[in-house]
């Protein structure tokens, strides 16, 4: 389904992004053709590429395109026009095309009667249950429908949390309108959890307001496959309930087979709870429906690394830095494979070097400093230090770095007034957030460097608690890492060596060639 084309003021813009995804979510939830989504399809516009290399690069048979004109009003009297057309890819023929002119009113219902007709035209029997899905009608007030569609487009092109508090304005505006509209309530839910998620709000309040929509969300409509998609979320995002978010994810998938988040989150969370054979055809099916995103695909190598997989991991990474090149995720997690394997720079330099070079990603100062601390040029990693961003949590991970690499160095004194700046904000975040398990694992840390042992390993323990290996599959081996650094910089090489004993079958980044190499063993 490709962006129909707006033909009214180009303000209207939303409408048409809108009443297109709305269109393509209804097909989405036919279990007889599988959907392209829309991070892939948007990226086309039939004037720019032809239908077929549309049809190639996707791999679909059909295309849906159109074009639409709202006068932007919502009153009564407001008219909509689409011009829907159902095109096979082979040859370029128009397999089913219509032209609608409508009141604003009757604009549920012509999303309907599209879906519909574009089933009929697939030869797709629609059950009962799908011609329910189909016919839905989200809300009969229409400005707060307007609203929401605003709210969504700024959340979907937000590349971070800064559209949210406007988006948010909107979703509340929608709300005051209409609150029993059950889509605004789930998205409402989502904004809140990667809010929370994304460090922009870490209260209690706004993981509560999360919670409250999507429950209100189900309540008003449990058969809305966003509702249970903003649960599956929160369980994921706010307490990393992995179980529970599966189990909301598997009704996404019911409601909604093809639904591209619940595919690609299905994987994610099996992939955190170990079950790496599981996870893998999630994440290739992922790819199937969204061909021109580089994450499932990365999440593959990931998993296949898990697995010990490796040289088949390799060629994935290598796969996607070909078709993206553009992107920096295939190319860091190639790079820790390589030290992972080699324990030494030989083929991670040269493909961060390539990376950097030409028009590839964006390789930053904090990329450079584990390939020169595995070198042991801790001088040169600190000037890269200098180079980092303040911004965010910047001059937190800057100065965890230089503290690194000065205990490396036997630099005591730079070591602790490093430590200590780390460990002021650190104590500020968990002050605000006392159960975030990362804050305590880099404050244990920290205070090892300023020699204040006991104390660090009360964090360490606190830590180990809160995020055992056997609890989460990627960040508990990461945690248990931290805490056998955080042993061995206390001198209690014991303990480091317990945590590494558990720690090296399950670790994404520990082998014996690190073992071997890197400083801090």
Known sequence: VLPFENLGDPADAHFAVGM???????????????VIDRESSYRYRPKETSIKDIGDRLGVDYVLRGTIRWDGRTAPGSRIRITPRLVAVDDSRNVWAEAYEEDFESVFELQARIGEQVAEALGVTLGTSTEEVIHVTPTTNLAAYEDFLLARAMVRKSPDTSEFPEAERLLGSALKKAPEFADAHAWLSMLSTDSYHYFSDRSASRLELARVSFEKA?????????????????????????????????????????DWMGIHYTGILKKRQG?????????????????LISWPV???????????????????????????????????????????????????????ERAEGGSGPE???????????????????????????????????????????????????????????????????????????????????????????????????RARTGMPIDKDAIF??????NLAETSVICGRYEDALDQLELLAPRSLFLSPAILENDPTW
Not at 20 to 34: K, N, P, Q
Request: hydrophobic residues 40%; charged residues 30%.
């Open 20 to 34: 297109t995804d709305e269109i393509l979510t209804r097909l989405a939830s036919l279990s007889g053709i599988i």
């Open 218 to 258: 189900l309540e008003i409509n449990p058969e809305l496959p966003e509702a249970h998609l903003a649960e599956g979320r929160y369980h994921y995002y706010a307490h990393r309930d992995y179980g529970k978010a599966l189990k909301a994810l598997e009704q996404v998938l019911e409601l909604r087979p093809n």
């Open 275 to 291: 079950r790496f054979e599981e996870a893998l055809p999630w994440f290739r099916k992922a790819q199937e429906i969204n061909p």
């Open 298 to 352: 990365t999440e593959e190598a990931v998993v296949l690394r898990c697995m010990g997989r490796n040289e088949e991991s390799e060629e994935v990474y290598l796969r996607a830095i070909a078709r993206w090149p553009d992107k920096k995720t295939p190319y860091i997690g190639l790079v820790r494979h390589y030290i992972k394997m080699d324990g030494n720079t030989s083929r991670a330099r040269p493909l961060l």
């Open 363 to 461: 390789i930053g100062p904090g990329d450079w400093v584990p390939i020169l601390r595995l070198e042991r040029r801790f001088e040169e990693a600190l000037v890269e230090t200098e180079r980092m961003s303040q911004e965010g949590d910047g001059r937190m991970n800057q100065r965890i770095l230089r503290a690194d690499l000065h205990w490396l160095m036997g630099n005591v004194e730079s070591m602790r007034a490093n430590a200590d700046s780390v460990r002021v904000i650190l104590e500020e975040k968990i002050a605000e957030n006392p159960d975030e398990d990362w804050w305590h694992v880099l404050r244990g840390k920290m205070l090892a460097y300023l020699g204040r042992t006991e104390e660090a390993l009360v964090e360490s323990e």
């Open 476 to 481: 508990g081996p990461e945690v248990a890492m």
